[in-house]
């Protein structure tokens, strides 16, 4: 692609071309940075629609009855089902409603999807944003995979490309590709998910640690790769055990699809907010992208909702308040500095944002996206 000012359905057909869903796809360069697109220049795509409650956020989906395709593979087959069964579990909900259920379902919301996603997954894992003891790195990195969102050198991975490439055609799961796509499509279809953030170059830090490893010989050294699916299986089935048809359905199923929505909404494995904080909200800092503060869904996701500050300063550990720094377990806590903050601060007064980085519309160049880990980005 050339350097010129494009829009993001540009962008994807730069990357792209018009390959049939059957065609392999062409190896992309994934440790480029691409420019902001131009919002302008999407609005006036053919077939663009406007977002309701949105002024300038043009979506455009780039792979039409993608559902259709052939071959599905296996993993796209039990991916797929996976999330279907689980809603279609979670309608059971009515006739199976206890109290207990509900109070272990809330419990393991909190610490699946509050400790093991947001806490360990992102903060730490994928952004580096403070240390902790090996012991309770590795017990948290374990209850995330708990929360049945891949295993943790997948989920980083993604999320690791999405803060590179943020609504970019690189982007794992951008908003300018539609609703369904940016919530969940993009899981469905791992020939494209693979093509966009499937390196391992970025996850190098990770890979070193034999808790985390993928891939590699012998077996006993992928714990978390072998045993994720294992997890699943006995989750649910110690659900059943000790609390019958309302545990599998209240604390398993409805959890679980109430843990995806929230995660999708606002930084889904691998990703970022894509419906709520890619489209609504405010943008008190210029990131260049989309992302935006929700504060209402900040109440839900343990304040992930505040997703343009977090786009800013990526590897800040506070997004607001964090608990774990008033027991002792953790160290080196990174928070942006008042200098950085008014650097990115938007002006009020209608001029243009305090920061080189351009916004979307303007000149489009390349620039450095925040390092999202230091081991990491290094390779």
């Not at 406007?50 to 559902?67: A, E, I």
């Not at 708990?146 to 490439?165: A, K, Q, Y």
């Not at 940016?182 to 170059?201: E, I, T």
């Amino acid at each position: 692609m050339s350097g010129k000012e494009a829009s993001y359905s540009g962008q994807w057909d730069g990357l792209f071309g018009d390959a049939p869903l059957k065609a392999p796809l062409p190896h992309l360069d994934t440790k480029r940075c691409l420019p902001a697109p131009s919002m302008e220049l999407q609005a006036r795509e053919p077939g663009a629609r406007l977002v309701p409650y949105t002024k300038d956020v043009w979506v455009l989906p780039k792979l039409r009855n993608w559902l259709f395709r052939e071959p599905w593979s296996f993993y796209d087959v039990v991916t797929t089902g996976s999330i279907l069964g689980l809603h279609l579990v979670s309608l059971a909900a009515p006739w199976t409603f206890t109290w207990p259920a509900l109070w272990w379902g809330a419990a393991l919301f909190f610490a699946c999807g509050g400790l093991g996603i947001d806490v360990s997954f992102h903060r730490q894992l994928t952004h580096r944003s403070f240390d902790s003891p090996k012991w309770l790195e590795y017990l948290l990195a374990f209850v995330g995979t708990c929360g049945l969102e891949m295993d943790p050198i997948s989920w980083v991975r993604h999320h690791r490309f999405h803060h590179r490439n943020t609504d970019r055609a690189l982007d794992p799961h951008s908003s300018y590709e539609g609703f369904f796509w940016s919530h969940c499509g993009w899981l469905m279809h791992s020939k494209v998910l693979d093509a966009r953030a499937g390196d391992d170059w970025i996850v190098s830090d990770l890979k070193d640690q034999l808790f985390y490893r993928q891939g590699l010989l012998p077996p006993a050294t992928r714990v978390l790769e072998l045993t994720y699916p294992l997890v699943a299986v006995a989750q649910y089935g110690a659900l059943y055990y000790y609390g019958g048809w309302p545990g599998v359905v209240w604390a398993g199923a409805v959890r679980q699809v109430l843990m995806w929505h929230v995660t999708w909404l606002v930084n889904r494995q691998a990703g970022g907010a894509e419906l709520a904080c890619h489209i609504w909200g405010s943008r008190p800092y210029n990131t260049g992208d989309l992302s935006s503060n929700v504060w209402w869904l900040a109440l839900a996701t343990f304040g992930e909702a505040w997703h343009n500050n977090h786009h800013a300063f990526p590897s800040s550990a506070r997004h607001g308040l964090e608990w774990w720094q008033a027991v002792g377990l953790a160290w080196d806590v990174r928070l942006p500095t008042e200098a950085q903050k008014q650097k990115l601060l938007k002006k009020v007064n209608g001029g243009k944002p305090g920061s080189a980085v351009p916004v979307n519309g303007g000149e489009a160049v390349a620039e450095a996206r925040p390092a999202v880990s230091d081991a990491a980005m290094a390779n």
